[in-house]
């Protein structure tokens, strides 16, 4: 019997018991595992650590944060893949941006002066540049670009009423921002880094979200719903020759290009609970990288290429987890 069935037939639960309570040493009980369960990845977080270190070949399941509360949209704030920046729920009514140090740990309020709600940070890869979506009241948002080495933040508005731009991503030289705008449909668009020359690129029925560059800067990575229900699509860079590359009933979300474009890692609820996934660029050879009745979302890959951050719900609480990435993972 496969992993798959033996997950349906209700067995899968019972192996973490069995093997907890064997009195083999922690190391044979790991061995024992990757021969009873080849894609033992998925069982990471049932697992507890202290009773099962895991082994080199699957890496370390690290939980970065550790007060519980609502997170998202992490990312690395530059190549070292030394800090992160992240949306934290402060308080009923206000998200604010807050930064992580992986060395140490410590987490502090990036603009701690900062009353009104910001979320969906982009970062340079350099770490000069920050984007980030502001909250000017009445429902009416703002993307505002700030240099890190002394200029003056730019807050731009596109439209009046209850609008404004989402999830901004910079280009690999920084020289030009993705965001996603609703006028009409809503569509991507670019603009320069002083917030001029406005590009119109996908506009198609539908919703268009959370675009991002190919490292290369030759693609453009995002999700729509213009085939009825949302799924991930690659485009030239100026928006010509959309490519699908999932197709299912349910919803991809949030996608991510890999440091060196081979894969991306994106979000859905294809197997009823939204989980993390992978595939190659082309769509091939997608695995589901989580398996856990909570939710587990907003993948970042880390600047190796080797793993990503996430927001994993554990017990109720939200956290975020550093999870390696198998080079080749299970369709399960």
């Not at 270190?53 to 992490?74: E, I, M, N, W």
């Not at 934290?88 to 002066?113: E, I, K, Y």
């Not at 009046?160 to 991507?188: K, T, W, Y």
Request: glycine share 8%; with cysteine; aromatic share 8%.
């Amino acid at each position: 019997m496969g992993n798959a069935e033996c997950t349906r037939a209700g067995r899968l639960p019972h192996l973490p018991l069995i093997l907890r309570n064997c009195p083999l040493p922690a190391a044979r009980r790991l061995l024992l595992l990757r021969c009873l369960l080849p894609s033992a990845y998925c069982l990471l977080f049932l697992l507890p650590a202290a009773c099962c270190p895991l082994p080199a070949v699957f890496g370390q399941v690290r939980q970065l944060t550790h007060d519980g509360g609502l997170k998202s949209d992490p990312v690395f704030v530059d190549r070292s893949g030394a800090e992160l920046v992240f949306v934290n729920q402060a308080d009923p009514v206000t998200m604010c941006l807050m930064r992580l140090n992986l060395g140490d740990g410590q987490v502090a309020r990036l603009r701690a002066d900062e009353t009104r709600s910001e979320f969906e940070p982009a970062c340079s890869l350099d770490g000069r540049y920050r984007a980030f979506v502001r909250s000017m009241g009445n429902l009416a948002l703002a993307l505002v670009i700030q240099d890190t080495q002394g200029g003056r933040d730019r807050e731009l508005t596109f439209a009046q009423g209850f609008s404004g731009p989402r999830s901004p991503a910079f280009s690999p030289d920084a020289s030009r921002i993705l965001f996603s705008f609703a006028d009409g449909q809503q569509a991507i668009y670019s603009i320069d880094r002083e917030g001029g020359d406005q590009r119109k690129l996908v506009d198609t029925p539908g919703i268009c979200n959370w675009p991002s560059f190919s490292p290369d800067g030759r693609q453009l990575l995002f999700a729509s719903t213009r085939d009825g229900n949302f799924e991930i699509y690659t485009s030239q860079a100026d928006g010509s020759q959309p490519r699908r590359l999932t197709d299912n009933p349910r919803q991809d979300l949030r996608p991510r290009f890999s440091p060196d474009g081979r894969r991306i890692v994106f979000t859905s609820n294809r197997d009823g609970n939204y989980e993390l996934y992978v595939m190659q660029a082309d769509g091939s050879h997608l695995g589901r990288l989580t398996n856990h009745p909570e939710r587990d979302d907003y993948a970042t890959w880390h600047p190796d290429g080797r793993q990503i951050v996430a927001v994993c719900e554990r017990s109720g609480r939200q956290d975020l987890y550093l999870l390696p990435v198998p080079d080749v993972i299970s369709a399960k």
